[in-house]
């Protein structure tokens, strides 16, 4: 494919900071054991990270299975495996998830499920590096871009305040 177009390139950069986002919700959830949630989040970068890698190299795919298919044809062409079972893997996270409650093992699964997904992103992401990558929330944007009047000005998302934890009080202490 030759260099994309400006359009092209704002949806490049779309997919990978939506991606990103996606997988970073997918952990907090998974941190908090709303496994229902993180696969649903899991799903949504895995395929945005897909369907970047097609669209620079100029292919469409726009529905699930056209996505499942390109993710292992890239596992096949790159000779790596976390890439080419992502949605495999994926279709498993629920079953894990479910006899996870029964079995200590099957915790112990759902964590090499999630290591092998978001490894797999990563990889899907590197496959693409961005020219101008957007600063995350927690960055502050680069000097440069405050200097250059044909970028736009970052929006900011009002971030909601954390909840201060509670501490747990030693009843015994106070007798």
Same mark, same amino acid.
């Not at 990270?49 to 044809?73: F, N």
């Not at 992502?86 to 994926?90: E, G, I, P, Q, V």
């Not at 996270?93 to 079995?103: I, P, Y």
């Not at 999630?114 to 020219?131: C, F, K």
């Given at each position: 494919m030759s260099q994309p177009s400006q359009q092209q390139r704002a949806r490049l950069t779309r997919y990978h900071g939506q991606s990103i986002r996606l997988l970073r919700d997918a952990m907090n959830e998974a941190r908090q054991s709303r496994w229902l949630r993180c696969e649903e989040l899991l799903w949504g970068s895995a395929t945005l %990270?897909?369907?970047?890698?097609?669209?620079?190299?100029?292919?469409?795919?726009?529905?699930?299975?056209?996505?499942?298919?390109?993710?292992?044809?890239l596992g096949r062409e790159r000779n790596d495996r976390r890439i080419r079972d992502?949605?495999?893997?994926?279709n498993s996270?629920?079953?894990?998830?479910?006899?996870?409650?029964?079995?200590r093992a099957e915790a112990?699964?759902?964590i090499a499920i999630?290591?092998?997904?978001?490894? %797999?992103?990563?990889?899907?992401?590197?496959?693409?590096?961005?020219?101008n990558p957007p600063a995350s929330p927690d960055e502050p944007a680069s000097q440069d871009s405050y200097d250059n009047p044909d970028t736009p000005t970052p929006r900011r998302r009002s971030a909601r305040p954390r909840r201060p934890r509670q501490r747990r009080i030693n009843r015994d202490d106070d007798e």
């Open positions: %990270a897909v369907k970047r890698v097609a669209l620079s190299r100029g292919d469409d795919v726009d529905d699930r299975p056209a996505v499942e298919q390109y993710a292992q044809s992502l949605f495999s893997r994926l996270f629920a079953d894990v998830a479910d006899r996870m409650r029964e079995s112990q699964r759902l999630l290591e092998d997904v978001t490894s %797999a992103v990563e990889r899907l992401w590197d496959m693409l590096p961005l020219d």
